[in-house]
Every structure is written in C-alpha cells, then in structure tokens.
C-alpha cells in the first residue's frame, strides 16, 4: 500500500477498493456501483450471520417488490415528505407508454409491506407479526458517493414488526440494539454507540430512532444500523388494525431495523484495516487460509504433494487455497496480507522433510513452527484469536476519540481533531433545533443525540454550549460522512 491509512485515510479507502479489488466505480450511471467478488464473498457472509440472528429471535424472510406505487406512498405524510426528493421512479415501459400509476424504486419498504400487513392482521393470533426482507434500496442522493459508504443503491436488510401493544415495540427496539451489539460489535469487530436522535434528525415518520454510530479513521462519524419506533404512525393511514381482547378494533404498534451490509462493510474494512491492507474477523475472510509453497526446481514436486496433502485436510472446515502461481514468495506474502487473508502457511523443504509448517498470522509479527498433527486444534484456537484480537484494538482506538467541551469555541477545536465530541445541550425535543443549526453553521458538526446505554445526566449548572439555557441533555456531536 503506498498510503498510510491514519494520515491519509480517504486516499488509502481508494487505494485498497482498487488493489483488493472490491469495487468498480467504472459503471456508467453516477452513483451506482459494481461490487466485485473479494468484497460480496465478505457481505454474503455477513448477510448469513445477521440473517441467521434475526430468524434465532423470530423474524421470518420475506421478498417484497421493488416496485411501490405512488398511491401506497404518499399515505403516511412525514414518510412522504422526507422520501420524496430522493425516490427514483418508473413512469413508463415499451417504448415510452404511460404508466397507470407511477412506481418508486424502493427507497425503504415501509410502503410496500404495510400495504400488505393491512391484509394479513386481523387479529391477536396474527401478532407478534415479525418479517425480514434482504435486499437493495434506491435513493437519489446528491451527496458525494463512495463505494460501500454511501451510493444510490445500497444491500440491506429492513425487518419490520408488528405488535399488540406499545410496550412489546418499546423492547424490539431495545432488542434491535442487542442485535447490533451482538452481531456488528461482536462478530464483526465495529464498535459503536447507540444513539437517541434527537427529533429534528428521527426517520421519516418515526415516534422515535435509535442508531449506532461509528467512526471512520478520519474522526468522521458514520450511521449505521437504526432502529425506529414507529407507534401507529403507519398502522393509522395503512389500516394495520386488529380485534383486541375487548373485542375492539386496534391499530398494531411498529418498529422497523435496518442494518445495511454494503455500509457496515465500508466500517468493516477501514476501521480493521492497516497499512498493509485489509484485515477480517476470521468467520468474514473471502479466502481464510493461504498455503504458499516456497521451492526451487528439485523439491517443487515434493513441496507442492504436501501442501495438497495439508489443503486436504483443513479444506472441509475452512475456505482455502494454495498460491501455486509463478511470482515469488515474497510478492505472495504482500498480495495476500494486502487482501486481508487471516493465516497463512509456509511450506518449503523444510517443513516437508520435518513434518512441519510454518504459520504466520496476519494480526501479529511472529512466525510459528508447528508439528502438522497439531494444525487443526491451531487454527480452530486462533481463529477465535483472531477476531478477538481485532475487536479489542479497534475497541482502543474508539474510546480514544471521545472528547468534552463546554463551549462553541471548545466543541469547534475538538472536532478538529475528529471523533466525538460531548457536550451539555439544551433540549433534544423539538425546541433545541434553532441551537443544532447554530452549532452546525459554526462548526461543521451535527448533533448525534443522547446515549442509550448508560444514559448521562447533565449536572445541574449544566448550560446549553449554544444558548445558555439549563441543558437538559448530554449530547454527542461529530462531523459526518
Ligand atoms: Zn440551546
């Protein structure tokens, strides 16, 4: 890698999309993007794990169109209003015929499925009704786009629920954040903090949202999955009603999760990366295990026979391959730490005649010699090492970059240096929005809200950093992607 990720962070995300092959922006319409297979082996994996978590808590799949006519949504009108300026939509086929209705291009699919929900709630038995859906969504956004952080298609998954009442959606909402923490921070290695927006920055038609924000190693935030409670916003205009124990009619309570793979993947490579190149948690590496041969003319077949006899024996548990091509150990060694491969076996004359191999572990310096009979429990201890090793220094690096202020002028030079900043705040309801803008005109910085894990409480000769007032919250301000 010729960029060095901390000091120049946006020039080495470019460099390593290119060399890894991830991405191609090539493709002739502005803001779509290919995704090359060294990146969608990794999402796919993610895809199964965050799929396979959500179906152990009871959502179930479903496929819903990508198409959503007009009619369906213009009925909830916050939704509507945020939705509208960034919808694609399809208005004709052939060759140029009308459509009867115009049709979004999902941007979400609040619209499409609760049109749906409508016919298949009527009453207590149907509830809780709990339906996931993976797939891609469609917005026109006019902000710069990047492979994996943000362009005009994204992969996601969009669960939405229904409940019989207010208090269940309330702990689906705190059970979406366990599933972040568990999956993304756990698995995945992105650690995070969740966040109560504040009113004037909820979802489109949310009571409301809950997100879980991270850092890029430039300092600046970046959203990832949000959770929304959505009351009976929508169950109102889509008539999601059913026959509740009095035997009245009710109208179901939602929420809605939307962890988007192709974002939390742009997380996933830049805060575990190096400046060697990529880095993954074990479970997530598109090709787990490298086997290089090292061998000249007169030992090649010996050294070649044994490192199939070695792929034999870990290629039914893990994804690997033996790097046979004719470019030297040396180059091997880079190209395959630069596409973030977690082990890597060494197999030269030595090895053979002793029975042995050489292990080097992409998360430390050292070199291993091991007897081959001890490989396997090997591998199967430091995968599990692997990732936690990643996991704990991406956590160090996180909680360096939380810094207080308790003034503009403070907040200002604190987001210059990046990350998080903490401040005493007015209000996070609706009449706190005049000393957002302020704090967003003079600073670049947005408000992220107030924590939801141990919630802090402002001290009481707490002022607001903008207005002066009592500061009835603590909040988060950060410069965002
Ligand atoms: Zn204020």
């Not at 969740?194 to 850092?215: M, S």
């Not at 009245?248 to 742009?266: F, H, L, N």
């Not at 936690?388 to 991406?394: I, Y």
Request: charged residues 30%; proline residues 5%.
């Amino acid at each position: 890698m010729d960029n060095k990720k901390k000091e120049n962070f946006s020039e080495w995300y470019t460099e390593i999309i290119q060399k890894a092959e991830l991405a191609d922006i090539r493709y002739n319409v502005k803001g779509f993007v290919v995704f090359k297979p060294w990146s969608v082996i990794t999402m796919e994996k993610m895809y199964d794990i965050y799929e396979k978590e959500l179906q152990d808590k009871g959502h179930n799949p479903a496929w819903f169109p990508i198409v959503i006519p007009e009619s369906n949504f213009t009925l909830e009108a916050s939704h509507v209003e945020g939705f509208t300026p960034e919808v694609f939509w399809v208005t004709e086929h052939g060759r140029g015929e009308k459509l009867e209705e115009k049709l979004a291009l999902r941007p979400t699919s609040e619209t499409a499925m609760y049109k749906m929900y409508s016919l298949w709630i009527q009453g207590l038995a149907d509830l809780p009704l709990k339906i996931y859906q993976r797939g891609s969504v469609y917005r026109h956004e006019t902000k710069a786009t990047r492979p994996f952080i943000r362009s005009r298609e994204f992969y996601w998954i969009e669960a939405h629920n229904c409940f019989a009442t207010k208090k269940e959606a309330v702990n689906q909402v705190k059970e979406d954040l366990e599933t972040t923490e568990t999956i993304m921070h756990q698995q995945f290695c992105i650690p995070f903090i969740g966040f109560q927006r504040p009113e004037w920055d909820k979802f489109a038609g949310a009571v409301h949202t809950y997100a879980a924000d991270t850092l890029m190693p430039d300092g600046k935030v970046i959203q990832q999955p949000s959770t929304h409670l959505l009351g009976q916003n929508f169950s109102k205009p889509f008539d999601i009603n059913f026959q509740n124990e009095k035997g009245e009619k009710d109208y179901v309570w939602q929420t809605c999760y939307g962890p988007a793979i192709s974002r939390m993947y742009a997380s996933l490579i830049s805060s575990l990366g190096d400046d060697k190149g990529l880095r993954f948690p074990f479970e997530l590496a598109p090709i787990q295990i490298i086997i290089v041969p090292i061998y000249k003319e007169e030992n090649k077949r010996n050294v070649l026979t044994y490192s199939k006899k070695i792929k034999k024996v870990l290629e039914r548990d893990y994804r690997i391959k033996i790097d046979d091509s004719d470019n030297t150990p040396g180059y091997k060694f880079n190209e395959w730490e630069m596409k973030g491969v977690p082990i890597r076996l060494e197999i030269g004359g030595r090895e053979v005649e002793n029975n042995q191999i050489t292990i080097s572990l992409r998360t430390s310096k050292e070199k291993q010699s091991i007897k081959l009979i001890k490989l396997k429990k090997f591998i199967r201890i430091h995968a599990r090492e692997i990732t936690d090793t990643l996991r704990k220094e991406a956590d160090e690096n996180f909680k360096e970059v939380i810094h207080n202020a308790d003034s503009l002028d403070k907040l200002k030079s604190a987001l210059q240096k990046g990350g998080f900043v903490r401040v005493p705040f007015c209000s996070i309801d609706i009449k706190g929005k005049e000393c957002a803008d302020i704090i967003k005109a003079e600073t670049s910085g947005d408000i992220r809200g107030t924590k939801v894990n141990d919630p802090e409480r402002p001290r009481d000769e707490d002022k607001c950093i903008c207005c002066g007032k009592p500061a009835k919250n603590i909040v988060y301000v950060a410069k965002q992607y």
